[in-house]
């Protein structure tokens, strides 16, 4: 199971299955940042999401995505 997932785990209820989409509270409490900050990242393209009829949603392999590319610039620095 990798990192997002088992923190999403409680997300999903014992009879539901796991969400593919978070909203931006969601995704901001999986990374650790604020709303406004969530939102700035994807405002900014470099965290994904979705506009689903008015409502935004972060795919849930979204923030490791970002995660990762951040990491990758780092060492490339």
Known sequence: MTTTAMEMAPLAEA???APVLLTVEEAARCLRIGRTTCYALIRTG???S???GGLRRVPIDAP???IARRRAGVRAA
Do not use: F, S
Request: charged fraction near 25%.
């Open 15 to 17: 009879d539901q299955p």
């Open 64 to 66: 490791a995505a970002y």
């Open 46 to 48: 470099e965290l994904e």
């Open 50 to 52: 979705l506009t689903i």
